[in-house]
């Protein structure tokens, strides 16, 4: 709900105005003199201020100067009955939105009222619609055929359009931010803001400002009144990425947002109330922080409510050729130059790599690729010299006892984790079918995937 302040120092104007506004269904605040006003404004941030240019305590003009020295972006409209060309040119230097004279008609006072809460409204989402252009530059979408991306997707299809939080968990570099995109435009609040907030990449005090806004003088450099990203969001959706980053303190007042939906700004004293559906996302195990008493439980279950497990790349290479494929595209089309195609040894190389950083670093390294590559095909050699690090060669075991011995135990569990992870693969990750591969029953097959830590599929 759109917030608006009426300031004049005749009652018959608050009143007429008020009675107006509250019909329309905007939240209204009055004030009877431009002190009044002053003071209202250093507790709340307002949408929208009409305020009387000529009052016994504080003209107009003053409230304007207050106004934007604030919050920049409320809009502002002047109302006088001693209309003059000084008054509005000095009024419209000053940034108000428009300038009426009074008497005035209802029906035009309620058209200005529309287009200047649309130009706010228009001009916070140009704001976020460069935030959004600037995160694109990660990933164009979201690419994978594997059994265990489907299963993603198909739990993204069936929770869009709850109001249900959702945790998305898995390793750094796995997409976590595309998924909870995928969620956002795929709900009803698809039209409605979405904002992105790292968690880990603020300070306490900062974060917290970040979140829910501050008021002016709350703290050293808060030099005007900020809304927080939660208010932006209203209406939409907001991620919390690396949720598990944060501190005890902020977590209370997380969980306070979620339990009560409403909030409050730092240094301020109103409550603000807020629509917002909650995406987190953390590459850490919350349950196991919980158990050491690093996070919150009350938290951890308000977040779990729909989990999300993103499998890393090393466990979905049928991935790795499309993902491949794409980032070249990708990356030559930018570059402006034909597309290479990629020699059978290179692709070799990167099924054989371990991918510690999943996606990211597939799309890094391809990056690299593209830029310093000149001909007409991308050679196991142009990828190798890429990597911060040989890439893993295929396992050679020895076929002869060396001469001062060898770790028989370590060699068998390598051995064995090797051939359950190729018989999952093989299998699509559907457990009965790969222990059918390795001739074991199921049991025997889950007691080794357990041994090794081997996690994700299907029974």
């Not at 240019?53 to 003209?59: D, I, T, V, W």
């Not at 968990?169 to 698809?190: F, V, W």
């Not at 990708?330 to 070799?348: N, V």
Request: proline residues 4%.
């Amino acid at each position: 709900m759109e917030k608006i302040l009426i300031v004049d120092d005749e009652r018959s104007m608050r009143d007429v105005l008020s009675i107006m506004l509250k019909r329309a269904g905007y939240a209204v605040t009055v004030a009877e003199d431009g002190e009044e006003a002053i003071a209202q404004f250093g507790k709340e941030i307002f949408d929208l201020v009409i305020t009387d240019l000529k009052m016994p305590k504080g003209s107009g003009l003053e409230v304007l100067k207050a106004v934007k020295a604030a919050a920049p972006e409320t809009v502002v409209l002047m109302i006088t009955a001693f209309a003059s060309a000084e008054s509005a040119v000095e009024a419209m230097k000053q940034g108000a939105y428009d300038y009426l004279t009074k008497p005035f008609q209802i029906d035009e006072v309620q058209l200005i009222i529309r287009n200047a809460l649309e130009k706010r409204r228009l001009s916070t989402e140009n704001l976020l619609l460069k935030r959004e252009m600037a995160n694109q530059s990660s990933f164009a979408r979201i690419i994978g055929q594997s059994e265990a991306m489907e299963k993603v997707f198909d739990v993204v299809r069936k929770v869009a359009d709850t109001k249900s939080n959702v945790l998305i968990c898995g390793e750094s570099g796995t997409g976590k931010e595309l998924i909870a995109r995928a969620i956002h435009y795929n709900s009803a609040r698809s039209q409605r803001p979405f904002v992105t907030v790292n968690c880990s990449a603020l300070p306490e005090p900062l974060l917290e400002s970040e979140l829910f806004g501050h008021m002016k003088g709350s703290f050293t450099g808060a030099i005007a009144n900020k809304a927080g990203l939660f208010e932006v969001a209203d209406g939409g959706s907001i991620f919390l990425d690396e949720i598990g980053e944060t501190t005890p303190a902020t977590q209370v007042k997380l969980l306070r947002v979620i339990q009560e939906r409403e909030f409050r700004r730092v240094g301020g004293t109103q409550d603000m109330k807020v629509d917002v559906r909650i995406i987190a996302a953390t590459n850490k195990d919350l349950e196991k922080s919980v158990a050491e008493g690093a996070f919150r439980e009350d938290l951890y279950y308000r977040l779990d409510v729909i989990p999300i497990h993103l499998p890393p790349l090393r466990l979905r290479t049928g991935d790795i050729p499309l993902l491949a494929q794409h980032f070249l595209e990708q990356f030559s089309r930018e570059s402006g130059k034909p597309a290479p195609s990629l020699a059978p040894g290179a692709m070799q190389v990167l099924l054989a790599h371990e991918w510690k950083g999943n996606v990211r670093e597939l799309e890094n390294l391809i990056e690299r690729v593209v830029a310093f590559s000149s001909g007409p095909s991308i050679t196991e050699q142009d990828i190798q010299g890429w990597f911060h690090r040989p890439a893993a060669q295929p396992q050679a075991y020895p076929t002869d006892l060396p001469a001062d011995g060898l770790d028989l135990e370590g060699l068998l569990n390598t051995i064995e984790k090797d051939l359950l992870l190729k018989a999952l693969e093989r299998a699509k990750w559907v457990k009965k079918k790969a222990a059918r591969f390795l001739h074991l029953n199921t049991r025997s097959f889950r007691y080794r995937l357990e041994k090794h830590a081997i996690k994700g599929g299907q029974d």
